[in-house]
Antibody
Framework: EVQLVESGGDLVQPGGSLRLSCAAS????????MHWVRQAPGKGLEYVSA????????FYADSVKGRFIISRDNSKNTLYLQMSSLRPEDKAVYYC???????????????WGQGTTVTVSS | EIVLTQSPATLSVSPGERATLSCRAS??????LAWYQQKPGQAPRLLIY???NRATGIPARFSGSGSGTDFTLTISSLEPEDFAVYYC?????????FGQGTRLEIK
């Protein structure tokens, strides 16, 4: 069974930093592009970032560019999101998402983790 | 950025009836459109990818159609578990964007 388990969400002060992790299992992690998508409380879905299977290609939404860094460790089947200079508007549930098809850049947001909650407040 | 506009914002339908949800893109996304279902307290679930392809395990009562700028998600006969929020999403251009969602509620 494909599983994605996020961790690392916490309460952090504005300007602070946090690293989210996503542990993947049940599939060949290194064959798939991975994504982060977030959802602010009571709001819709916002695409955050993507990383290709080998880490050679990345994408960031303008809202996080220069503040967030996506990375992956294929030997540990883990995806990361390093978040810095956090703002109150970054408060959200952050989902780790597996791409739909292997060996493609982006084909669809197939399997989602349960999410981890980031709260930015003083 | 491609803007996706979903309509209606809320749709009230009785169980057993047909539901039709719409998604309009601000420019062509060819067929690179997906639909997701989200229930309260849960992560979204992929229903349809590339406009008309059902994802693994999705019941046949869910179908997608359209191309270019106008897309439709149809649920042929609503089951109690289908009442949820539905989002469309495009992958034609970066950034990937989502519609604002349609809430499907029990009439």
């Amino acid at each position: 069974e494909v599983q994605l388990v996020e961790s690392g969400g916490d309460l952090v002060q504005p300007g602070g930093s946090l690293r989210l992790s996503c542990a993947a299992s049940g599939f060949t992690f290194s064959d798939f592009t991975m994504h982060w998508v977030r959802q602010a409380p009571g709001k819709g879905l916002e695409y955050v970032s993507a990383m290709s299977r080998d880490g050679g290609s990345t994408f960031y939404a303008d809202s996080v560019k220069g503040r967030f860094i996506i990375s992956r460790d294929n030997s540990k089947n883990t995806l990361y999101l390093q978040m810095s200079s956090l703002r109150p508007e970054d408060k959200a549930v952050y989902y780790c998402v597996k791409d739909l098809f292997s060996r493609s850049w982006v084909s669809g947001l197939d399997v989602w983790g349960q999410g981890t909650t980031v709260t930015v407040s003083s | 950025e491609i803007v996706l506009t979903q309509s209606p914002a809320t749709l009230s339908v009785s169980p057993g009836e047909r539901a039709t949800l719409s998604c309009r893109a601000s420019q062509s996304v060819t067929s690179y459109l997906a639909w997701y279902q989200q229930k309260p307290g849960q992560a979204p679930r992929l229903l349809i990818y590339d406009a008309s392809n059902r994802a693994t395990g999705i019941p046949a009562r869910f179908s997608g159609s359209g191309s270019g700028t106008d897309f439709t998600l149809t649920i042929s006969s609503l089951e109690p578990e289908d009442f949820a929020v539905y989002y469309c999403q495009q992958r034609s251009n970066w950034p990937i964007t989502f519609g604002q969602g349609t809430r499907l509620e029990i009439k």
